[in-house]
């Protein structure tokens, strides 16, 4: 592993080794990175698993910072302000507490199948752009929505 990193790294991983190993960091890995949020709705979101903190870090999903959750509602409502990024968070708080009431209840679920449910919940709303559904209609001309599900359930006859 040293062969293949240079001198600041070596200097940085033999430092973070060193308050490893003096117990200052009690069980935390020495490259493990736990967040928590303060959400305004839901509180404290912790966030343990490096694949999601991957995710939440990524511009793409920081783009959801940006993009309204309520389209135009707060023109009428100024209170009415609530971003996909902290609606995609509050998501994936209910379905870790959700996952947690399954695994209570002994409903046999993987790590890597609750990995993919975070991953799920999170991405769902990674596609849409600004204002949503509210100016759908004038991007895409129809019912999109109507559309696209009789088209999935002309295959079910």
Request: proline fraction near 4%.
């Amino acid at each position: 592993m040293f062969l293949t990193m240079n001198r600041k790294e070596i200097s940085i991983a033999f430092c973070l080794s060193t308050i490893y190993q003096k117990g200052y960091l009690r069980n935390l890995s020495p490259m493990h990175k736990h967040k928590i949020i303060n959400d305004p709705v839901w509180g404290f979101i912790s966030i343990s698993n490096p694949l999601i903190f991957k995710i939440i870090e990524h511009p793409y999903f920081q783009r959801l910072r940006r993009i309204k959750q309520l389209g135009m509602t707060d023109l009428v409502y100024p209170g009415a302000n609530h971003t996909r990024f902290a609606h995609a968070l509050g998501a994936y708080h209910l379905m870790s507490k959700a996952v947690a009431v399954l695994k209570q209840k002994r409903v046999e679920i993987t790590p890597a199948e609750e990995e993919a449910l975070y991953c799920g919940i999170l991405l769902h709303d990674i596609g849409h752009g600004p204002f949503s559904h509210t100016l759908e209609f004038i991007i895409v001309k129809g019912d999109s929505s109507r559309t696209v599900i009789l088209e999935c359930n002309a295959g079910d006859e």
